[in-house]
């Protein structure tokens, strides 16, 4: 019998012909092709399509308004992170981008420079400090941080409404006159992604650990420039080079120094010895 799986693509295809956006003319005709491509080289078969509906059909199901499963499963597919970094690499001197992930559900509070994002009290006390400066090096005052991590136990707020407090983990800074921004935290710990879902399954089934290496995310932004989504993971993390969403860049890991300054500690409002990361966000202009 003669293959006529190619007519039954351009069929489809010519059917697209009509559609007025040609971005999205151009998206749905090159999603068909390889999602045909993709069927006839595997010999797809009815059960399989079915149990992929069913796959896709209870990642829908377990997406509510403090979770996002869609999100999940194009984060361990590493979709996310190539989606990313085609839109967010510069080649230039700014901050890299990495992923948003799937804990970005609610706004984060309003809090003033040296604020505690830790409303728990648990973890080691750190301070994290640095300044958003434009690729030339000028500072930027009055540049946007939206903060956010998980508690020392790696789970987020939206995570344990009954634990923790809305907006721990959580805070929109402004940088001051001299581009500058530091707060107060716990050190972030390595976490496991969420298992009990869908996205947990397939882990499983491929044999992937689902631990992703400590991180405070941020995204950073400021008029006149590109903002930039990112993290800072934790050097010497033990799953930097096996996260479970791909996300890590050797630009991003930093020193989470133990600091040991009495006069710094009482500076900062925290414990001595606390553990101190510096940095800085670098936006392009837009």
Not at 27 to 52: Q, S, Y
Request: hydrophobic share 35%.
């Amino acid at each position: 019998m003669p293959d006529t799986t190619g007519n039954l693509t351009e069929a489809v295809v010519d059917s697209l012909g009509t559609t007025t956006d040609p971005r999205l003319r151009e998206l749905l005709t090159a999603l068909t092709r390889h999602l045909h491509a993709f069927a006839r080289e595997t010999g797809l078969t009815t059960a399989e399509w079915e149990r992929a509906i069913a796959f896709l059909t209870a990642t829908g199901q377990h997406c509510t308004d403090t979770r996002q499963e869609f999100v999940l499963l194009s984060d361990v597919l590493g979709l996310s992170m190539l989606v990313e970094t085609i839109g967010g690499d510069s080649g230039g001197p700014a901050t890299e981008s990495t992923v948003l992930g799937p804990f970005h559900m609610t706004q984060s509070p309003v809090r003033a420079l040296g604020a505690d994002l830790d409303l728990v009290d648990g973890g080691e006390p750190c301070v994290v400090s640095g300044r958003v400066l434009a690729t030339g090096g000028t500072p930027l005052p009055g540049a946007v941080l939206d903060v956010w991590q998980a508690n020392a136990e790696g789970f987020y707020d939206v995570q344990q409404p009954d634990v923790q407090p809305p907006g721990n983990g959580r805070g929109l800074f402004t940088t001051d006159t001299q581009g500058r921004f530091w707060f107060r935290t716990c050190v972030p710990s390595p976490y496991p992604i969420p298992t009990d879902g869908p996205v947990g399954e397939l882990l499983h089934a491929t044999g992937r650990h689902p631990y992703r290496p400590a991180h405070i995310h941020f995204i950073a932004s400021a008029d006149g420039h590109t903002p930039v989504t990112t993290h800072i993971f934790v050097a010497g993390d033990k799953y930097l080079d096996s996260d479970a969403v791909f996300a890590v860049k050797e630009s991003l890991v930093q020193e989470f120094t133990e600091t040991d300054d009495p006069s710094l500690a009482r500076e900062f409002g925290v414990p001595n010895p606390f553990r101190h990361a510096r940095f800085d966000l670098v936006l392009q202009p837009s």
